[in-house]
């Protein structure tokens, strides 16, 4: 007899899956890439790399089940103060990616789009994500959105900057949530419903810290490079078992 909390396998938990009640928005924090390497005594960019299979399961899970909306959270605006080489390499591989990745999005009906402080990147890094947008820009399947030099506490700092330009430019000025959310990143993207974190950690660490008010947190201790469909569709069941009240009390 099986285990009650036996793991189960990738299409066990994909059947559970009630198609009709898909989370609109998943949002991921991908951590673990240097614990993942550091175990097998490798240097933390070997992790990193081994995290672009894993941003690959993530995607073609979400593409899979019908998901409309994933945001990675790829690189923080905290990630510079790691050392310079690695930050490089992050690039590169953010790069890499898209290039490989191109045929496969436009294959799968994929969408690119991205948050956070771009023209703060580098040059190289800003062409090849506009060419990726731009060559993706028509197709009507999952919105795959990447969290580049993101930061939540920047996102609102810059959405204040634009209300008060508005104010000051038209003499004007209404705040309330609504306006908030029109001028942050995420304008035309839904909060997230369910947010994923590899590592065990429990921290949102400055990730859409407005936008995941009343986002279900599902945390695993699986490593962000180990991170497969499996895992997404599990997160999912565990999402679907869950009652989201919104503060009120969940009663017709
Ligand atoms: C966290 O692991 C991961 C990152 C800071 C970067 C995530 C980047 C990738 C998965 C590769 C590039 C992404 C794309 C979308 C192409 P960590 O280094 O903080 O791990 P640790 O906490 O174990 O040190």
Known sequence: ????????????YLAQI?????????????????????????????????????????????????????TLYAFSVENWKRPHAEVELLMK???????????????????????GRISELPAPVRRDLERTIEETKGNTGLRLTLALNY???????????ALVAQARSNGEI????????????????????????TSGEMRLSNFLLWQAAYSEIWVTETLWPDFTQKHLFRAVTDFQKRERRYGGLGLE
């Not at 007899?1 to 066990?12: C, I, P, T, Y």
């Not at 209404?174 to 994923?196: C, F, G, K, M, Q």
Request: hydrophobic fraction near 45%; proline fraction near 4%; glycine fraction near 6%.
């Open 93 to 115: 591989l953010l790069r890499e990616y898209l290039k490989k990745e191109i045929g496969e999005l436009n294959e799968q009906n994929i969408s690119l789009g991205v948050i």
């Open 174 to 197: 209404e705040i309330d949530e609504s306006a908030v959310s029109r001028h942050l990143y995420t304008a035309a993207i839904p909060d997230p419903d369910l947010l994923i974190r």
């Open 18 to 70: 009630d198609l009709d009640r898909l989370p609109c928005h998943i949002a991921v924090i991908m951590d673990g890439n240097g614990r993942w390497a550091k175990k097998r005594r490798l240097p933390r960019i070997a992790g990193h790399r081994a995290g672009i299979r894993a941003v690959r399961q993530a995607v073609e899970a979400c593409a899979r089940l019908g998901v409309p909306y994933l």
């Open 151 to 161: 930061g939540s506490r920047a996102e609102v700092v810059d959405a204040v900057r």
């Open 1 to 12: 007899m099986a285990a009650v909390n036996a793991e189960l396998d990738e299409s066990s």
